[in-house]
């Protein structure tokens, strides 16, 4: 089998957002036959344990039955306070359960940080990890992709403003799609 359906996961909700910038030109260069979607998660409820019990938010079915029809994610994110934005681990945590259904398990995955810094989201990038080899997502090792200075990479109308950047994003795409077909 080989992969066709990429979800985009984005942790940030900003309308200017560098990491949608990154998301919109991975999917313009995405290779024929693939097709990459952003998942909206700006709308899904903070997750309550309790929901797995007492019914839970009308969005969380339809968020983890999208997830469920990808073939792999990516994952695109800034750094927040060292770590990912509560947005995004919000979103997994709500993918995650019920205890024993996680729509992610076994999706092969690519973690992408950036910041406005020469950090580069490193904090994030790692945290991220964390939390997707518990779930059961095979990550790709490398290349690794820590974006510093991300407004020197691309504006905020989602532009891209150096060639480099997007010949490696470009290279990071195609490694990614050879990990996750050696995997699925
Ligand atoms: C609440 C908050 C915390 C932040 N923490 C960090 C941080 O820990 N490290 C860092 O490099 N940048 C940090 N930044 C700056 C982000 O890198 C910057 O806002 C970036 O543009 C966010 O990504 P986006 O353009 O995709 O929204 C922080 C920004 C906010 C709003």
């Known amino acids: 089998m080989a992969v066709k359906n990429i979800g985009v996961v984005i942790g940030s909700l900003r309308k200017g957002s560098y990491s949608k910038a990154i998301g919109q030109y991975l999917k313009d260069h995405a290779p024929e036959g693939i097709s990459m979607e952003t998942v909206e998660i700006g709308n899904l409820s903070l997750y309550n344990q309790d929901y797995d ?14 997830i469920k029809s990808f073939d792999g994610i ?75 200075n991300v407004q020197e990479c691309f504006n905020e109308e989602g532009s891209l403003l150096k060639e480099d950047s997007g010949q490696f994003l470009q290279k990071v795409l195609a490694a990614y799609l050879d990990f996750a077909n050696k995997i699925i």
């Open 74 to 148: 990516i994952f695109i994110t800034p750094e927040y306070n060292r770590s990912v934005p509560g947005v995004l681990k919000n979103a997994i945590d709500v993918g995650s359960r019920p205890y024993g259904s996680s729509v992610w398990d076994g999706k092969p995955a690519l973690v992408i940080s950036s910041s406005i810094s020469n950090q580069s989201g490193f904090g994030a990038n790692h945290h991220l990890r964390q939390s997707l080899a518990y779930l059961n997502m095979p990550t790709l090792a490398q290349p690794e992709v820590y974006i510093a």
């Open 53 to 66: 019990e007492s019914g839970e938010p009308a969005e969380y079915a339809p968020f983890r039955q999208k």
